[in-house]
């Protein structure tokens, strides 16, 4: 089944590096289409209300109106041709420019889910993150209320295909895994690390309740341990059957991390991944990794980062 990608697009260089990442990561399949959508900035209220009442100040917003809407035609041609040079046959690409209605984040949102696309891509610094409207604050709402939509958030710097999955044994992670595969799975040059912390009293509780109860961290590794060898049997063989060398597919874990994002950011540095993969929820529908896909929106560098409902 055709999978459908709507990339948020603006007139900065950063939207560029956004559809050119959405394109390579999508390279190894035919079956994608692409929206480029571009939402207007606004008009303020007072100057609408200022052009009812005088013909001049009225023709300057038309004028205005008229400007912005040159412009995102442009960009959004521009961008076009950028996929087009990407390798992308020019009718699985639509460009759509609309004035905003409901704000930039809900906008986005309303295309993507009205439109039951499979993927929102937007720069994590792709408009001026100086307006409320812009991306930059945008990213981080839209990030936060995808609740049916994977969210992918990019760096302009983001070019390598290693992939780290978060990964703590939930219906989510092997969501997450599924996600990579439906999008990205046949793509030759892709590596895949699932990487996992293993769960500590301290990421619940606090070190003095952890260091007091050591039988009881005892028996939360025993069974997260049991867990986790079942979820990497079937992960592997769901990795496998899309295609996935196994010597591609490789397994990280964290023993010691005082903090679950401290532990996925320092894996990002020293991995040299292009990408992280984290779930909305975790074990037992927690929403700590949730967490940690807000707190990463604005702390991972040069990687991409997928948010997966």
């Known amino acids: 089944m055709a999978k459908k990608i709507l990339v ?7 939207s560029a590096g956004a ?3 959405a394109v390579r990561m999508t390279s190894a399949s035919k079956d994608f289409s692409y929206t480029l959508f571009n939402v207007q900035p606004p008009v303020p209220p007072t100057f609408r209300e200022a052009a009812e009442a005088d013909p001049k100040v009225k023709a300057e917003v038309d004028a205005l109106v008229e400007e912005h809407t040159e412009a995102t035609r442009c960009i959004t041609r521009e961008l076009k041709e950028t996929m087009v040079r990407e390798g992308v046959p020019e009718k699985r690409v639509e460009v759509v420019t609309e004035p905003m209605r409901l704000g930039m984040a809900r906008d986005i949102l309303n295309r993507a889910e009205q439109g039951r696309y499979d993927a929102i891509v937007l720069a994590r610094k792709a408009l001026k993150p100086a307006r409320d409207y812009f991306i930059g604050t945008t ?3 839209v990030v936060e209320h995808a609740l049916e939509v994977p969210v992918w958030v990019t760096s302009g710097n983001a070019v390598s295909t290693k992939i780290m999955i978060a990964v703590d044994g939930s219906e989510n992670s092997f969501r997450a895994i599924g996600h990579v595969i439906d999008m990205a799975g046949a793509h030759p040059d892709l590596r895949v690390t699932l990487f996992h912390v293993l769960p500590r009293l301290r990421h619940f509780y ?3 309740f952890e260091g007091n109860n050591p039988h009881l961290q005892q028996v939360l590794m025993q069974k997260d341990n049991l867990r986790m060898d079942d979820f990497y049997s079937k992960a592997y063989r769901k990795l496998e059957a899309a295609g996935l060398k196994k010597d591609h597919i490789n397994v990280e874990t964290n023993a010691q991390s005082f903090d679950i994002a401290t532990a996925i950011f320092s894996e990002l540095r020293t991995g040299r ?3 992280v993969v984290v ?3 975790g ?3 927690a929403f700590f990794t949730g967490g940690i896909a807000m707190r990463s929106v604005q702390k991972v560098g040069n990687q991409a980062l997928w948010v997966i409902p």
Request: net charge negative; charged share 45%.
């Open 8 to 14: 948020a697009v603006d007139n900065c260089a950063d």
């Open 19 to 21: 559809v050119r990442y």
């Open 139 to 141: 990213a981080a709402k």
């Open 206 to 208: 606090s070190d003095e």
């Open 273 to 275: 991944y292009g990408t």
């Open 279 to 281: 779930g909305r929820r």
């Open 283 to 285: 074990e037992r529908d």
